[in-house]
């Protein structure tokens, strides 16, 4: 028959144990126009005649080129004028889109039928705007963050750490760890309270987000929680370990 929680003692099976905080002295793991010239030409009726003529003309077709060149600088100035507000608009509007944070909600729960933990996953922020990882987001990338809530067990000490989650971006085949530590001081602007590990002795219930950095945006994003496995120490008794996913869904 188990004992009460704080009676017992983990040794982990394996060094990752320690890291993600099985035994009750170990922490947490986790902790990309020209305008054309119109000439006017008038023939000579006589010498002198013409000589006055051509002077008139000139006066006349000088004053014609010039009025016409003003018209068509005004009408180029009206234009620009007009493009200037919507090339504005335009350029307001891509900015807008890129910074635009999107709140979906996930609602699962995993259960570590071993340790007693229940773990919540309430939702998540897709396209998180992020000034510190601006270069990432530019790239192509995506900041994204994971709002949890946990109620530990009672009957093992140790921690439940935000390290025991991690991102995949290629369907699965590798997982990355959490980068919250990176933007903690935008999470906490944003009213996002980050999401501290959680000693089993304190029992109570515990929530917060935790942040992830994924090197290319995908529709979806597969996430695991593992929890390594251990032994109770003075026993024969093992803990197997725990691992269970779940999806974050497109805004």
């Given amino acids: 028959m188990k004992t009460n929680a704080r009676g017992k003692t983990l040794r982990p099976l394996f060094a990752a144990a320690a890291a993600c905080g099985i035994a009750l002295t170990a922490s947490g793991c986790g902790g990309g126009g020209s305008a054309a010239d119109d000439t006017a030409m008038e023939s000579q009726q006589d010498a002198s005649a013409g000589d006055a003529d051509e002077g008139s003309g000139d006066e006349a077709g000088s004053g014609d080129e010039a009025g016409s060149d003003d018209e068509l600088d005004a009408v180029g100035d009206a234009d620009d004028g007009a493009e200037d507000p919507a090339e504005g608009s335009d350029s307001d509007d891509s900015a807008g889109a890129a910074g635009e944070a999107t709140q979906v909600e996930i609602g699962e729960t995993l259960e570590d039928p071993d340790m007693g933990d229940t773990i919540e996953v309430?939702?998540?922020?897709?396209?998180?705007?992020?000034?510190?990882?601006?270069?990432?987001?530019?790239?192509?990338?995506?900041?994204?963050?994971?709002?949890?809530?946990?109620?530990?067990?009672?009957?093992?000490?140790?921690l439940v750490s935000m390290g025991n989650f991690e991102i995949s971006w290629d369907d699965g085949a590798d997982f990355w760890n959490n980068k919250t530590r990176m933007v903690e001081e935008e999470l906490e602007a944003a009213d996002h309270p980050v999401f501290e590990d959680v000693p089993r002795r304190d029992g109570g219930e515990h929530t917060g987000w935790i942040a992830f950095f994924a090197d290319e945006r995908a529709d979806s994003y597969h996430m695991s929680y593992t929890r390594a496995g251990a032994e109770v120490i003075g026993s024969d008794e093992v803990i197997d370990p725990f691992e269970a996913e779940f999806e974050i869904p497109a805004p």
């Fill in 122 to 158: 309430l939702a998540a922020v897709r396209d998180f705007p992020s000034e510190e990882q601006a270069d990432l987001i530019a790239d192509g990338g995506e900041v994204v963050l994971l709002e949890v809530s946990v109620r530990p067990g009672e009957e093992y000490g140790g």
